[in-house]
């Protein structure tokens, strides 16, 4: 699923901390920050070992620094009592209370049938409530035979495709001439392009605003799926994830006859041309209507290998030119053209993940944290600007006062959780791109996308094991989230050290069989914060409105600023909130 707000733009090392510095000391009962070299490049972070009440002093001689405390919460609880910072000496900063923090309204839109189908396809069996029991022999698996001969399609065709409990009466309008060679497991594969018929162009009685048309349809397509090798997003994400369906073990799942479906279509039904769910890969589909029978889900898969893609939002001719005029170079036009690769993620995850591997399926954080890695790391190859926001050609950070993509709405609410199981909605989407984007700069990029995906797990251990299989120790999830946190603070320098990088001034690359995949830079501060003017992540002072006390967030609170001195601040740091001092 991958859904877009209406108005929005286009930890630590070696045990517990990285320390840039040999001249500063920590005492457990009196941490101590003290005796600042001068030098005013020089990274400097610090771990609290204090817990409950105690006293922190800092004290900066010559250079003066930026101080900043990180209030880290475990990913393990599910709230925090409050922790606070107030300065002993000077003059006092407390970290307001933490609370609920409503979101503007424009992020209201109800997350239903996002969730459903998210909860679906984490487990479909779950959801069914059915036991997952093969009914056949887990060696049908070895097969890469076509399970059942193509059904017949001709441009033209018409049918009733079914979303959930409504449906839309569809015309086929392009069908691949031959079956196109793939090398993602040697079968060719067939596609094959719906359209509602309520978003086709050729009816003068549609009120919609924006309809489809074939040269809209065509360009897709073949962006999709081309003749030829490595040229199309079929090809480059199977390079990276392997195939998206094949043989299964199960009698309840359809066949393997080597065709996908992209269906282009209104699918809230609401004309938006500007945000809301963009597309969306049910698993459902994927499950034969006989199986579904005496189920919520009865008659109610298309039986066939499909994702969504929303017809009104590619049809808007905003950002490439004339306004007036639907263009390949359009903002919209090259989302839902991302978007592609989001949700082949998703269906390709299913099959690896939860058929081939027999997982549970993922937590819906993990798999949409995939999914938006897929559209990163396809990004440069697309030449789309991707979650990143930033003109695909350019490897540096971009430019400043940046409103692209997914980082102003991090920004925004830098201290919202990260791994969300429920009620996962836009401004998610947002937190676990930064974290993603990250993560892959840090520890892996392609290989970390292969490894997040071929797994057995369904938990938090899934980002572990594949951050630490790329190098990051310790690997934990609640010291990468710390970690994170002080690379975000740090992501305007190009020169961080291995597993605080966001930023190198260029390319970030990785190798994967052979095949090569560059990530762009990332600052953080040259992007606008969400709906205001100010640049950078959002920063708790005593005058600042309260955070959510979630697990898994960071809190980013500013003790000081060009400080030189001493200064002394009574901490209380509850349980489970790991605190980190950061100099800049």
């Known amino acids: 699923m991958k859904r877009f707000n209406a108005s929005l733009g286009k930890a630590w090392l070696a045990h517990c901390g990285l320390l840039l510095s040999t001249a500063l000391s920590l005492s457990a009962c009196a941490p101590l920050f003290s005796g600042i070299p001068a030098d005013p490049d020089a990274v400097l972070i610090m771990p609290v070992s204090g817990t409950g ?5 800092i004290e900066v001689s010559s250079i003066s620094r930026d101080v900043y405390f990180i209030f880290s919460a475990s990913a393990d609880k599910d709230t925090y009592a409050v922790p606070s910072a107030t300065a002993l000496s000077v003059d006092g900063e407390t970290l307001p209370a933490p609370s609920a923090m409503k979101t503007p309204a424009v992020f209201g839109e109800s997350a239903d049938k996002g969730q459903r189908i998210a909860d679906f396809n984490r487990n479909p069996w779950s959801a069914l409530g059915i036991a997952k029991a093969p009914s056949v022999p887990t060696a049908k698996l070895s097969s890469s035979n076509l ?18 409990p409504s449906s839309w009466d569809s015309t086929c309008r392009y069908v691949s001439d031959t079956p196109i060679g793939v090398a993602a497991d040697g079968t060719p594969r067939r596609l094959i392009v719906w359209v509602e018929d309520d978003s086709w162009s050729y009816d003068p009685s549609n009120p919609k605003q924006y309809l489809v048309t074939q040269e809209m349809v065509n360009w897709l397509a073949g962006k999709f799926l081309a003749s030829g090798a490595d040229n199309d997003v079929y090809d480059w994400l199977t390079a990276i994830l392997g195939p998206e369906w094949g043989a299964t073990p199960y009698s309840n799942l359809i066949d393997f006859d080597g065709d996908i479906h992209i269906v282009l279509a209104d699918i809230e039904d609401d ?9 969306y890969f049910w698993s459902l589909n994927n499950f034969t209507n006989a199986y579904l ?18 017809s009104v939002m590619f049809a808007n001719p905003v950002g490439g030119g004339d306004d007036a005029v639907w ?14 690769a989001h949700e082949f993620q998703h269906m390709i995850s299913f099959y690896q993940r939860s058929i081939v591997r027999d997982s549970d399926g993922a937590d819906v954080w993990i798999d949409e944290l995939c999914s938006m890695l897929a559209e990163d790391l396809l990004a440069e190859r697309m030449g789309v600007p991707g979650p990143r926001g930033v003109d695909p050609s350019d490897g540096s950070a971009g430019p400043s006062d940046n409103t692209e993509g997914r980082m102003p ?3 925004r609410y830098s201290y919202f959780p990260l791994a969300v199981t429920s009620s996962y909605d836009v401004y998610d989407y947002s937190t676990t791109y930064a974290f993603g984007a990250w993560l892959a700069r840090n520890y892996g990029g392609a290989s970390l996308l292969r490894s997040l995906v071929h797994t057995s797990a369904s938990d938090e251990s899934i980002v572990e094991t594949a951050a630490s299989a790329g190098g990051a120790q310790p690997g934990d999830l609640d010291s990468l989230i710390a970690r994170w946190a002080a690379s975000v603070l740090y992501s305007d320098r ?9 930023n190198s001034g260029g390319w970030f690359s990785s190798t994967l069989d052979g095949n090569s995949y560059r990530l762009g830079s990332i600052d953080a501060f040259r992007y606008r914060r969400y ?14 409105p309260a955070g959510q006390g979630s697990a898994s967030s960071n809190v980013l609170f500013q003790a000081a600023h060009g400080f030189t001195g001493k200064r002394s601040f009574e901490i209380n740091l509850p349980e489970g909130v790991r605190m980190y001092a950061v100099l800049k």
Do not use: C, H
């Open 409 to 411: 709405l991090f920004n």
């Open 293 to 310: 029978a005496g189920t919520p889900y009865a008659n109610l898969s298309n039986e066939r290998i499909m994702f969504v893609l929303d």
């Open 494 to 502: 190009e020169d961080m050290p291995s597993g605080y990088r966001y």
């Open 53 to 57: 009440l105690f006293n922190y002093e």
């Open 327 to 340: 263009s390949t170079a359009d903002d919209w036009a090259l989302e839902v053209y991302s978007t592609l």
């Open 531 to 544: 709906g205001t003017a100010e640049l950078g992540p959002f920063v708790f002072t005593a005058n600042g």
């Open 271 to 279: 004309d938006e041309p500007n945000g809301g769910i963009v597309g």
């Open 147 to 164: 399970g059942v001969p193509r059904a017949s399609y001709t441009e033209g065709d018409t049918g009733t495709l079914k979303d959930g």
